[in-house]
DNA sequence: TTGCTTTTGTTATAGCCTATAACCAACGAG
DNA sequence: CTCGTTGGTTATAGGCTATAACAAAAGCAA
C-alpha cells in the first residue's frame, strides 16, 4: 500500500530568486506522487521523508479522521520539530492533496487489475463483478482512503481542484472500460460513459453506507446488496 | 429553513449541584431540536440564541465547509464573546450533532411531504419518483447539510452515535413505506429493508456525484441516472 | 421587598495548531 | 575550497477549543 505512480508534479522550479522563510523550498518540490528512486541522493532522501510523513499522516487519518491531522504533530513523530516539516509540503492542504491523489491512484490500480485478472475468457458479465468487488474490497480495506476520495471539499473548498479531478480520470476510465462491452453497438458513445457513472455511483452509494456501519447497525447482509447493483448496470445496459 | 421538530433532548435537568466554569449549565440543555415555543421566557430566548447560533454556524458550514466552523467567530458575531457560547453548546461537536439531527429531520419531513402528496390516486412507481425527485432535491437545494449527513465520522470518531443513528431512522422508515408497496405480498419481511437501502445507496451515490460537481463536470444530465435508478428499484422488486 | 440560587456573561489562561521569519549548519557541485 | 542550495532550528504571530474564576443579572421565595 501507498504506492503511487509518479505522474503528477515535476520537481521544484529551481529558478525560485531566494524566497524567504522555510518556504525556500516552496514544499510542492520533491518525488512527484511517492517514487523514490529518483536522480539525485539528494531527492531521494527527500522522497524518503516525505514518504514516511505521508504514512505517519495516514495513520492520524486512520484513528482520528481528517480533523486530526497535525503536520506539527508527524514533525515531532518524524523526530524534526515543527516548522521543518513545511520545507516537504507546503501546507496542510498540499499534505492532504498528495494523499487524495496517491489514493485515487491505488484505487485504480486495484480496478485495472480486477479488470485484467478477469479478461482472459470470462463473460462481461463477470468482469463486471470483478470490479464491483474490487473497488468494494479496496474501500473496506482503508475506509479513511477511501473517505478521503469523496470529502476533498470538506477541508479547502477550492483546493487544487483541477489535480484532483485529474487524479480522478483514470479510475473512471477503468469503469467505462468494463462497462463498454456490455452495450449493444448501436449505443451512442455517450451511454459508455453514462452507465459507468451510475455504476459508479451506485458502488460509491452502497460503499459509503457500509463503511459507516449503515448495514451491520440494520442486520444486513451487504453481498447481495452488491449484487443486485451489478444486475441492475446489467439490466440498464440491454435496455 | 432550519425549522426542526422538537423531537430530541428535553430542558436540562436543573438538580446540578453548581458545576464550575461555564458550563454550568451543561449546553445541552435548551429547546430541543428548534423549537422556541417552550415556557419559560428564559428557555425562549436560550432557544432564541441557540437557533442564532446554528443559523450562523450554517452559514459558516455553506461558505467554507466543516472545518471553517468556529464557535469563537459564532459567539463573536452574535455579539458575545468566545467563551459565552459554551453556556448554549457543550463544545464543537454538540453544536455539530444537532445540525446533523436537524437535517435528518428535514430531509425526513421533505420525503414524507412528497410521499404525502402523492398519495391519492398514484401508482407506487409515481410515489418513488416523487419520493427520489425529494430527496434530491432538498441535497441539491442545501448541499452543505446534506454533506453534514454522511460526513459524521469525519469529525470526532464516535461522538454522540447514538443520537445520530437514532435521528437517521425516520428517513429510513419513509424510504421503506415508499418502497414496501412495490413488493409482492409473498416477500419476506426483511426484504423490504433490503430493497428501500438498495434505493439510498443508489440514490446517495446519485447525490453525492451530483453536489460535487461530478456530473457538470463530464457534461452529463443527471435526470436520466435518476430515473434509470427509479426503474433498477422497480426491476428488483419485481424479481 | 429582601435575599438566595440559577443563569449567563465577562476576562484570564492553558494548550494545541498552522504558518511565517530569521537565522544557522551542512551538503555538494564547480 | 568556496559558495549557493537545501534542510533544520528557534522565535513569533495569530486563531481555535476549552476550562477556570469571577461578576452581574434574573427569577423565585419567604
New interface residues.
Partial sequence: MTKANPATSGSAAPGAPAAPGPAGADGTGGTGGTGVRDSSPRARFRGQIRDEAKALALRQLAE????ALSLNAIAKSLGMSGPALYRYFANREALLTDLIVDAYHDLAAAMGAALAAAEPAHQPHDRLAGLVTAYRAWAVAEPHRY?LL????????DPQAPAL?EASQPAMTVAVEAVTPLLPRSAPP?AA??LA??L???????V??EI?G??S??G?DPV??YD??V??IL??AQ?
Same sequence: chains 1, 2.
Avoid: I, K
Fill in positions: 482520528g479522521g481528517a480533523q473517505r469523496f470529502r476533498a471539499p470538506l477541508f479547502g473548498y479531478v455517450t460513459a453514462a457513472t451510475s459508479w455511483a451506485g458502488l460509491h452509494g452502497l459509503s453506507l459507516e449503515n448495514f447497525s440494520m444486513l447481495p446488496l443486485t447493483q444486475r441492475a439490466h440498464a435496455a
